[in-house]
C-alpha cells in the first residue's frame, strides 16, 4: 500500500535521511521506532509532502506521490496525525472534528462519522463546544484520532502518540490504535516507547541517524539484543 | 442640552466606527490568516470611493446602488494583487510583506494621482441630505446606511468564518498551515480568499464614505492609521477585536474632536490605544501570551 523507496531529505542542505526503504501493507500495522533525532518526524513529512523529497520515491496504492502537493495525500486515504497530535487550539472540538472530514469523500458522510467517533470517545462529544487547546493531552489525542477518523482514511500514520501522556491514558491510546487497525486501516506508528510499538504491531523498523539500522518483525525485534540493550537498557 | 450633544456626538461617531471597523476587519482577516500586515489597507479604501465615484460619474449610478458592482470590482481587484505580487511574500520575512504592501501603498496613491489628479471629487447620492430624527437627535442616511451595512458584512463574514467550510479551513490555516495542509485544506486557496475579501471589505467601506467625504489620492492615509490602531486595540487577527475596536475608536475620536479640537480628534485614539495596551498588552480579544 505504502512503498517509500531509497528517499534522501533534510532541511536546508542538511541531510536527515540518507535512503530510507520501507513499506506498510493492506491492514497491517507497522511500528518505527528510533532515539531523539533520528529522523522519525522528518520521514512522516516526506511521507505528507510537508518537505520535498531530494532523491528516491514514495507510492500509495501504486500511485506515485512523491511529487504531489501535501494537501492533496488526504484525499487519497492518508491520515497523519502530527507529533504533539496537531489539535487546533483555537477551533472547537466540534469544528476540529469536521475539518477532519473536509474532503470531499468524507465531507458528504460526517453526519454519520462524528457519531461513530462520539461513540467511540463520548468525551468528545461532551466537550464538543470546548477550544480544542482546552483539552488534556490524553483528551488532545483522542481528538486527533477521531479527527483522522472522520476522513475514513486508508493509511493512519501517528507521531510519538504517547508523548507526554500519563501511562494509564498510554494503554488506552494504544488500546483504541488496535481497534482501528482491527477494522482493515493500516497503520505507520512512530514511537519512541518500544515496548507498546511492537506490541501492537506485526513488523518494525528501527531508525537510527537517518538509515534503518534494523527491520523485521516486531517480536523478533523485541528480543533483538542490540535493541534490547538500546531502547529497553537490558 | 448638554446631554443632548453628548448623545448627538456620540451617535455621530459610533456610525463612523462601523465604517473604521469594517476597513479594520478587513486588515485583521488577512493579518490573521496570512500573517501579513497590509500597509496599503487605506489604499483599498480610497480605490472604493474612485470606484463609487466613476460608477456615479460614468454611469450615473450611485453609491448605494452601486454598491454590490463596487465590491465585485474590489474583490478582483484583490485578486490581481495577491496573485501578482502578495504570493511571492506568504512565508517570508517580515521585511518582505512589509516592504511590499508599503510600495503598493505608495504605488497605488501615485497611479490615482497621475490618473485623476489630485483634484477633491465628490459623489452625491440622494439620499446625502436625508436624515432621521427622534428626540433632539439627528442621524443623517449616510451614516445610518455606511453602520448599517458595515455591521452586517461583518455578520456575514462572521458567519462565513465560523458556520462553514470554507471559514473553518481559513481558521485552520489561520492557526497552523502545517496542520491545515495534512487535514487536506489547500493553505493557499483560503490565503486568495482572506485577502479578497479583506480588500473587498475596504472597498465596501470606502464606497459608503463617498457621500460624506471628499475623495483624493491620499484619501487613504487617514484610514491606514485608523484601521492598526483599531486592529491592534482589538487584538491582530480578531475579528470581534477589529469590530469593537472600531465602534470605540469612532466614537472617542468624535468626543474628542467636538470636545477638546477638531485637530486633535486622532489624540483622543491614541490616548485610549495606549491605555488599552497598558492594561491588555494583546488587545482586547488577543491571545495572551
Ligand atoms: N524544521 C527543521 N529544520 C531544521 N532541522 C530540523 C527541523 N526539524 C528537525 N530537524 C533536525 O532533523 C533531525 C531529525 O529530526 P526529527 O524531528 O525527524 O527527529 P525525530 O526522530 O522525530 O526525533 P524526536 O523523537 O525527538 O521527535 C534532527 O537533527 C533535527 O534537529
Ligand atoms: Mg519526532
Not at chain 1, 534522501?8 to 532515539?35: F, Q
Amino acid at each position: 500500500m505504502l512503498e517509500i523507496n531509497n528517499i534522501v531529505t533534510g532541511y536546508g542542505d542538511m541531510k536527515v535521511l540518507d535512503g530510507i526503504t520501507l513499506s506498510v501493507a493492506e491492514g497491517e500495522t507497522v511500528a518505527l521506532v528510533g532515539s531523539n533525532g533520528a529522523g522519525k518526524t522528518t520521514l512522516l513529512r516526506a511521507i505528507s509532502g510537508l518537505i520535498p523529497v531530494w532523491s528516491g520515491n514514495i507510492t500509495f496504492n501504486g500511485q506515485d506521490t512523491t511529487k504531489l502537493p501535501a494537501h492533496e495525500l488526504p484525499a487519497l486515504g492518508i491520515a497523519h496525525i502530527p507529533q504533539g497530535r496537531g489539535v487546533l487550539a483555537q477551533v472547537s472540538v466540534y469544528d476540529n472534528l469536521l475539518l477532519g472530514a473536509y474532503i470531499p469523500s468524507a465531507k458528504s458522510r460526517r453526519e454519520e462519522s462524528l457519531k461513530e467517533v462520539f461513540k467511540i470517545f463520548p468525551i468528545l462529544e461532551e466537550k464538543k463546544t470546548h477550544l480544542g487547546g482546552s483539552l488534556s493531552g490524553g483528551q488532545q489525542q483522542m481528538l486527533a484520532i477521531g479527527r483522522a477518523l472522520m476522513s475514513h482514511p486508508k493509511l493512519m500514520i501517528l507521531d510519538e502518540p504517547s508523548l507526554g501522556l500519563a501511562p494509564i491514558v498510554v494503554d488506552s491510546v494504544f488500546k483504541i490504535i488496535k481497534d482501528i487497525s482491527a477494522q482493515g486501516v493500516s497503520i505507520l506508528l512512530i514511537e519512541q516507547n518500544l515496548v507498546e510499538a511492537l506490541a501492537v504491531s506485526s513488523r518494525g523498523y528501527v531508525l537510527e541517524t537517518g538509515r534503518i539500522a534494523l527491520q523485521g518483525k516486531s517480536a523478533d525485534l523485541f528480543n533483538n539484543d542490540a535493541v534490547r540493550a538500546a531502547y529497553l537498557g537490558l | 442640552m448638554g446631554t443632548g450633544i453628548f448623545l448627538q456626538t456620540t451617535l455621530n461617531g459610533l456610525m463612523i466606527g462601523g465604517v473604521y471597523a469594517l476597513v479594520a476587519v478587513g486588515l485583521t482577516l488577512i493579518f490573521g490568516v496570512m500573517k501579513i500586515v497590509n500597509f496599503a489597507q487605506g489604499e483599498f479604501v480610497m480605490l472604493g470611493m474612485y470606484i463609487s465615484w466613476m460608477l456615479a460619474h460614468f454611469a450615473g449610478i450611485g453609491p448605494y446602488e452601486g454598491l454590490a458592482i463596487s465590491a465585485v470590482i474590489m474583490f478582483l481587484i484583490g485578486y490581481l494583487v495577491f496573485r501578482l505580487l502578495i504570493v511571492r511574500v506568504i512565508g517570508k520575512k517580515d521585511e518582505e510583506f512589509i516592504l511590499l504592501t508599503l510600495g503598493l501603498s505608495i504605488f497605488l496613491q501615485n497611479a490615482i494621482l497621475m490618473i485623476f489628479s489630485a483634484d477633491y471629487l465628490t459623489v452625491t447620492s440622494s439620499m446625502k441630505d436625508s436624515a432621521l430624527s427622534f428626540a433632539d437627535l439627528t442621524l443623517t442616511l449616510p451614516r445610518i446606511i455606511a453602520f448599517s451595512v458595515a455591521l452586517t458584512a461583518v455578520a456575514v463574514l462572521t458567519f462565513l468564518l465560523q458556520k462553514t467550510d470554507t471559514g473553518r479551513a481559513m481558521r485552520a490555516c489561520a492557526e497552523s498551515r502545517e496542520i491545515a495542509t495534512v487535514l487536506g485544506i489547500n493553505p493557499m486557496r483560503s490565503f486568495t480568499l482572506a485577502f479578497c475579501i479583506g480588500i473587498a471589505l475596504a472597498g465596501i467601506a470606502g464606497v459608503l464614505l463617498t457621500p460624506m467625504f471628499y475623495v483624493y489620492p491620499g484619501v487613504g492615509t487617514l484610514f491606514n492609521t485608523t484601521a492598526f490602531v483599531v486592529v491592534v486595540l482589538g487584538g491582530m487577527g480578531s475579528v470581534p477585536g477589529a469590530l469593537l475596536g472600531g465602534l470605540i475608536i469612532g466614537i472617542v475620536e468624535s468626543l474628542t474632536g467636538s470636545y477638546v479640537s477638531l485637530d486633535l480628534s486622532q489624540l483622543g485614539t491614541f490616548v485610549i490605544f495606549l491605555i488599552v495596551l497598558f492594561f491588555r498588552p494583546s488587545g482586547l480579544f488577543g491571545k495572551r501570551t
